[in-house]
T-cell receptor, first 109, second 116 residues
Framework: GESVGLHLPTLSVQEGDNSIINCAYS??????FIWYKQESGKGPQFIID?????DKRQGQRVTVLLNKTVKHLSLQIAATQPGDSAVYFC????????FGTGTRLQVFP | GAVVSQHPSWVICKSGTSVKIECRSL??????MFWYRQFPKQSLMLMAT?????????EQGVEKDKFLINHASLTLSTLTVTSAHPEDSSFYIC????????????FGSGTQLSVL
């Protein structure tokens, strides 16, 4: 069936460096994508979204890139901080929200 | 952003009992809410779509008689796990949004259910 997956299960970065979290999706009909951050024992927190008619969208310290040709989505976090440590999920929205497998981001000093 | 409140945050119950989890949209009305389940170190899996004033829509493989959903008002949906068993132990999360369904969902804080 359709699925949304991530390339890296764990990403370790040094504080201050930039982080890039990747996601592959398989449903070419998906037209809306979201990145969520989930801290341990909490519900997902909305980070940023992007529609399929866009290639890039920027927020505060975060940028989402969408490559529809290869069905790839990425989340870039600038100047990664300890508070960014969490599990990050990409999700695609059609008639329901489908989550990817998640990537754990670990930030070390 | 919109606020979704979920209660309780955690619950421990004996096998065979039923547990009710509440999901409230605090500052908006939601005709549709969604219930997810998440096992440790896994992703969120959609269980069902809760529709205000009508029956919930369940995902394939989710037992509707075991996971009862009631969406009696535009701000409240409840999930009742009936005759809970240890394998039902999981993190249950609800979500909703004030706009178009499935876009920019806001999530509750989750309920950790442990069945002994």
């Amino acid at each position: 069936g359709e699925s949304v997956g991530l390339h890296l299960p764990t990403l370790s970065v040094q504080e201050g460096d930039n982080s890039i979290i990747n996601c592959a999706y398989s449903n070419s009909a998906s037209d809306y994508f979201i990145w969520y951050k989930q801290e341990s024992g909490k519900g997902p927190q909305f980070i940023i979204d992007i529609r399929s008619n866009m290639d890039k969208r920027q927020g505060q310290r975060v940028t989402v890139l969408l490559n529809k040709t290869v069905k790839h989505l990425s989340l870039q976090i600038a100047a990664t901080q300890p508070g960014d440590s969490a599990v990050y999920f990409c999700a695609e929205s059609t008639d329901k929200l489908i989550f990817g497998t998640g990537t754990r981001l670990q930030v070390f000093p | 952003g919109a606020v979704v409140s979920q209660h309780p945050s955690w619950v421990i119950c004996k096998s065979g009992t039923s547990v009710k989890i509440e999901c409230r949209s605090l500052d908006f009305q939601a005709t549709t809410m969604f219930w997810y389940r998440q096992f440790p170190k896994q992703s969120l899996m959609l269980m069902a779509t809760s529709n205000e004033g009508s029956k919930a829509t369940y995902e394939q493989g989710v037992e509707k008689d075991k996971f009862l959903i009631n969406h009696a008002s535009l701000t409240l949906s409840t999930l009742t796990v009936t005759s809970a068993h240890p394998e039902d132990s999981s993190f249950y999360i609800c979500s909703a949004n004030p706009g178009t369904a499935n876009e920019k969902l806001f999530f509750g804080s989750g309920t950790q259910l442990s069945v002994l």
